[in-house]
């Protein structure tokens, strides 16, 4: 199999990730609750991968980083924990429902909503943001990196915007977390959500927030934590506040030894290689009559990610005969982004998705490129 869906999950995981989290079950207790070497090996892990985090994006206390079970539950703490009822938020259309459902659900309550449009080539148009602001707008919430064509946001604007207005800035780094530099100081950026299972290179179930000094969240869920057990409340401190319930240490574990892998093999080692196969397979498809690739490919920046359509072929064909015939792994039809499918007119037969990974080689991206060669000159007979 020729696995070309990493913006999915990456695989395979680095060496050494299977086997943190192996050792991690064998031998860790529960962190932070109990003093016995079991439960503080894995607090020392938590708190490991913690501080490395805090570092990799920028963030100023390692204890502002919240562990969540990915990003998804990451963003629904930031937008619920941040945002209400008489606020108003302005967002992209290149959203994943990760965003747009959380806030969806605050404007049913009484939240105003916006979206910065995408047009139909599927670009943001960043000269409408003025005229989204309200006087009760409290946050700009955008994705770093589309999942949906690889694009990736103007950060610089999209951040100058929120500082100028003296709005919150929620960052979703689901697609770039990992090997796409973050900085939260430099970039102005109140809260980033990331997850663990992809550019991280680490398990699924890993993810969390880190989240500015001086930006209070409210706690989405409230329960044990090992600490002021006596409160009818959660307890206040970071990160505790946002971490209720048994932490995922053994998946922490493995996360941490992916952080480990990443650091020694070179985050930009990584992104170049990744970036540069998914170059190289767009220039192998882009000019095959009957493909519509979707995107910007003007801009040297942007995640490894390509996305098309053969013909008037539906996607979920598309992708069953590339897993079939040719098996090479891929993503067909909505992504999750039902906003973006609509402004690129893929609403009703969605679009195939390539995305690359560490481990992928440009003998498994050209066999891609003529499988979909193939595919497409059987369209048009």
């Known amino acids: 199999m020729i696995y070309l869906d990493n913006a ?44 490395r985090l805090a570092g990799w994006f920028g963030c100023r206390r390692a204890d502002h980083v919240a562990f969540t079970p990915n990003s998804t539950a990451a963003l629904n703490i930031a937008i619920s924990g941040l945002l209400g009822p008489g606020d108003h938020v302005i967002s992209t259309d290149w959203e994943h429902n990760s965003v747009l459902r959380p806030l969806y659900r605050l404007r049913e309550r009484g939240m105003g909503l916006d979206f910065l449009p995408a047009d139909s080539c599927g670009q943001l148009d960043y000269g409408a943001l003025e005229g989204l602001l309200r006087p009760n707008t409290r946050a700009v919430v955008c994705t770093h990196a589309s999942n949906l064509t690889g694009d990736m946001a103007d950060l610089e604007r999209m951040g100058g915007f929120a500082r100028k207005h003296n709005l919150l800035f929620i960052l979703d780094a689901s697609q770039t977390a990992g090997t796409f530099p973050i900085d939260m100081d430099a970039q102005g950026i109140d809260v980033v959500c990331f997850t663990g299972h992809k550019s991280l ?19 989405l869920l409230v329960g044990g934590t090992g600490v002021q057990s006596f409160l009818e409340t959660q307890p206040e401190e970071w990160p505790t506040r946002l971490e209720a319930g048994t932490l995922n240490s053994h998946g922490l574990a493995g996360l941490g030894a992916a952080l480990e892998y990443l650091e020694r093999t070179g985050r930009e ?105 193939i595919l497409a000159d059987e369209a048009r007979r």
């Open 8 to 51: 999915a999950t990456t695989r395979p995981k680095p060496p050494g990730v299977a086997e943190a989290v192996a050792e991690a079950m064998a031998s860790y207790g529960n962190s932070g609750r109990g003093a016995h070497e079991d439960a503080l090996s894995a607090a020392r892990t938590v708190f490991g991968v913690r501080r």
């Open 269 to 373: 080692k990584v992104r170049a290689h990744e970036c540069g196969l998914a170059r190289r397979f767009y220039e192998a498809v882009r000019e095959i009559p009957g493909v519509t690739v979707y995107g910007d490919f003007t801009r040297e920046e942007r995640a490894p990610i390509v996305t098309l359509n053969i013909g008037d072929l539906d996607s979920s064909e598309v992708s069953d005969e590339l897993a079939e015939r040719f098996q090479i792994a891929t993503r067909p039809g909505a992504h999750c982004a039902p906003r973006f499918h609509r402004a690129l007119g893929t609403a009703e037969r969605g679009a195939v998705r390539f995305s690359w990974g560490w481990a992928n080689t440009e003998e498994e991206t050209c066999a891609a490129a003529e499988a979909v060669r």
């Open 201 to 219: 290179l680490g398990p699924q179930g890993t993810g969390g927030l880190c989240v500015r000094e001086g930006v209070e969240v409210r706690p």
